[in-house]
């Protein structure tokens, strides 16, 4: 099990470019996969994007592929989600999740441990 801390989040006009951090706490943060995901009010969680254990291989949803680049740094206990050309629909509350997974997977979906949270707001 892993804590999850997101940050970065803000208000942005369209265009512009922000970059999540999803700070964990634990040892073995090297073992999980991470995964981005969205949720406005009334909408189901959005799959956003998902990093390998050793952050060599990304998935990403077609909505932000191109524009949001997933990474994973495992020295420093931290994954990113860096998010550029940002439009009006990105708006919503960002969160971060982790499993354990093996090497190279990139699960979607069965995440276990979740972060509280941040919001995006991009004004058109």
């Known amino acids: 099990q892993v804590q999850l801390v997101e940050s970065g989040g803000g208000l942005v006009q369209a265009g512009a470019s922000l970059r999540l951090s999803c700070a964990a706490s634990g040892r073995t943060f090297s073992t999980y996969a991470v995964g981005w995901f969205r949720q406005t009010p009334g909408k189901e969680r959005e799959f956003v994007a998902t990093v390998s254990r050793g952050g060599t291989s990304t998935v990403y949803a077609d909505s932000v592929k191109g524009r949001f680049t997933i990474s994973k740094d495992n020295a420093k206990n931290t994954a990113y989600l860096q998010m550029n050309s940002l439009k009006a629909e990105d708006t919503a509350v960002y969160y971060c999740?982790?499993?354990?997974?093996?090497?190279?997977?990139?699960?979607?979906?069965?995440?276990?441990?979740w972060g509280q949270g941040t919001q995006v707001t991009v004004s058109s």
């Open positions: 999740a982790a499993v354990y997974a093996n090497p190279g997977a990139t699960p979607r979906r069965d995440f276990g441990d």
